[in-house]
């Protein structure tokens, strides 16, 4: 299948156990996500809602059950293509050892110096801007150290600059004061209007702004429920 500026999601019996588990993380999940919507994914720690984004993203094979995106069979779709079509904040950022502006810029390798600062001022990243080295400042190892709010923004950042059609976030504002958080689940939300996002949360305020609350349940024998309708 080719790209696509739309993503429409359908996750039927969905079901997945680790390697070398006892017990399946996932059973029979059926999920439809419209192209466009937004959905909350809730649910208690560890019941799988990172594995759940994971498997989105193909980094593991499921057991059972199917994963369609626009119509199509996930394990259809090229590496290219699929990297193109989503974009995730996993729940740990990955920093690269590289400058910022690498950092930054494998989300959108075209976006020129003007653009990455604009987006790190979005996202109260202005001050890294500001230090030694700009955009050029050297990260991760043997550079400067994010702390995990910094890490998680500029995980957003990247985010922002991608310009896939699907979101993945994997609570993407967690540890950041509640004013930030506002602030970040208002700017995500006009980047995603007419994009489809998946914001796997434990906060409860603010999901009045999503078009809907999917709710997993614990244990193996997980399966989302729908709360309210778009
Ligand atoms: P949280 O809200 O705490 O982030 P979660 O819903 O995202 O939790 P997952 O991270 O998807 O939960 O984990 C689901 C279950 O799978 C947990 O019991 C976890 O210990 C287990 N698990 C996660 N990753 C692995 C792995 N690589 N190998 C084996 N088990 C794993
Ligand atoms: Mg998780």
């Known amino acids: 299948p080719a790209a696509a500026d739309r993503a429409q999601l359908s996750l039927q019996q969905l079901s997945f156990t680790y ?69 995730v904040v996993s729940q740990r950022v990955h920093i690269f050892s590289d400058t910022l502006r690498e950092n930054l810029r494998l989300a959108a390798p075209d976006a020129d110096d003007a653009r990455l600062s604009d ?66 689940l208002a700017l995500l939300r006009r980047h995603c209007q007419g994009k489809t996002l998946i914001l796997v949360t434990h906060r409860l305020y603010g999901l009045e702004h999503l078009d809907r609350i999917c709710v997993m349940d614990d244990g193996p024998n997980c399966r989302t429920g729908q709360s309210r309708g778009p």
């Open 19 to 87: 390697p070398d588990q006892p017990q399946p993380v996932l059973r029979d999940v059926t999920l439809e996500v419209a192209a466009g919507e937004h959905i909350a994914l809730l649910g208690r720690t560890g019941c799988g809602k990172s594995t759940l984004l994971q498997l989105l993203t193909r980094a593991w094979r499921t057991d059972g059950g199917k994963i369609l995106l626009n119509g199509e069979p996930l394990e259809d779709y090229d590496e290219t293509t699929l990297r193109r079509m989503t974009t």
């Open 119 to 184: 987006v790190l001022q979005q996202v109260g990243l202005g001050k890294l801007l500001a230090g030694d080295g700009g955009l050029n400042a050297w990260l991760g190892e043997g550079g400067r150290q994010l702390s995990g709010g910094e890490q998680r923004r500029l995980g957003i950042a990247r985010a922002l600059l991608h310009p896939a059609p699907l979101l993945l976030l994997d609570e993407p504002t967690e540890g950041l004061d509640a004013e930030t958080e506002q602030q970040i």
